[in-house]
T-cell receptor, first 115, second 114 residues
C-alpha cells in the first residue's frame, strides 16, 4: 500500500499570504488528488493532478487560487493563494492504487488556519 | 451525477453495544463503495470496500458492510463497539468516467460511552 507524506501537518498563516503543501508518495502513481475538508464538513475534491499535464479542477475551484504542480510521479504540491479565513480547512492529498478505484490512500492532511 | 447520503450526523452508543451506520447512494451503474474512518487529527483509513460479488463485505477492526442494491444502501456494522472506535466515518463512491475520484458522504460522528 502507498505511503503518503504530507507537509506541513499544520500551519497558521496571515490573510493575504499563500501556503504551499507538499505531498510525497513512496511509489509512482499516475493520478494524485487534492481534497479540502472544511470544519465539520466532508471532503470535497479540489483537483486531479496528472504528471506532465495541467491539473483538472472541480467546479468552484480555480487554478489562480489553488495552483498545483506535479513534476514527477511521486510528488505534488498544492498552493492556497491569497488566503482568507474561509480557507481555514484540512487539505488532504490522495492517491489511488490498483486501477478502477480499488483503493485510495490519504495523507495525514494539512490543517490550515488563516488569521 | 452520483451522490452519497449519510443521514445520521452523530450517533452515540455504549461500549459493547452493536453499531450500524447508514449510507445511501445514488448512482446509475454498479457502484464501487467504500467506508473510511477518520480519527481526530488523522487522515482517512479505509475500513472496507465493495466492487462486486458477495454483498456482505468484511473489513478491518471487526467492521462489515452489506450492499443492498434494492435499497441503494451500503450500511456499516459492528457487533460490539470499542471505545477506540470513536471517530468520524465516511461513506464514499467512486465517480464514473475515466478518473477515479471519490465522492464522499457528509460523515457520521460516532461517540462511544463507557
Amino acid at each position: 500500500s502507498a505511503v503518503i507524506s504530507q507537509k506541513p501537518s499544520r500551519d497558521i498563516c496571515q490573510r493575504g499570504t499563500s501556503l504551499t503543501i507538499q505531498c510525497q508518495v513512496d511509489s509512482q502513481v499516475t493520478m494524485m488528488f487534492w481534497y479540502r475538508q472544511q470544519p465539520g464538513q466532508s471532503l470535497t475534491l479540489i483537483a486531479t493532478a496528472n504528471q506532465g499535464s495541467e491539473a483538472t479542477y472541480e467546479s468552484g475551484f480555480v487554478i489562480d487560487k489553488f495552483p498545483i504542480s506535479r513534476p514527477n510521479l511521486t510528488f505534488s504540491t498544492l498552493t492556497v493563494s491569497n488566503l482568507s479565513p474561509e480557507d481555514s480547512s484540512i487539505y488532504l492529498c490522495s492517491v489511488e492504487e490498483g486501477g478502477q478505484g480499488t483503493e485510495a490512500f490519504f495523507g495525514q492532511g494539512t490543517r490550515l488556519t488563516v488569521v | 451525477a452520483q451522490s452519497v447520503t449519510q443521514p445520521d450526523i452523530h450517533i452515540t452508543v455504549s461500549e459493547g453495544a452493536s453499531l450500524e451506520l447508514r449510507c445511501n447512494y445514488s448512482y446509475g451503474a454498479t457502484p464501487y463503495l467504500f467506508w473510511y474512518v477518520q480519527s481526530p487529527g488523522q487522515g482517512l483509513q479505509l475500513l472496507l470496500k465493495y466492487f462486486s460479488g458477495d454483498t456482505l463485505v468484511q473489513g478491518i477492526k471487526g467492521f462489515e458492510a452489506e450492499f443492498k442494491r434494492s435499497q441503494s444502501s451500503f450500511n456499516l456494522r459492528k457487533p460490539s463497539v470499542h471505545w477506540s472506535d470513536a471517530a468520524e466515518y465516511f461513506c464514499a463512491v467512486v465517480r464514473s468516467g475515466s478518473a477515479r475520484q471519490l465522492t464522499f458522504g457528509s460523515g457520521t460522528q460516532l461517540t462511544v460511552l463507557p
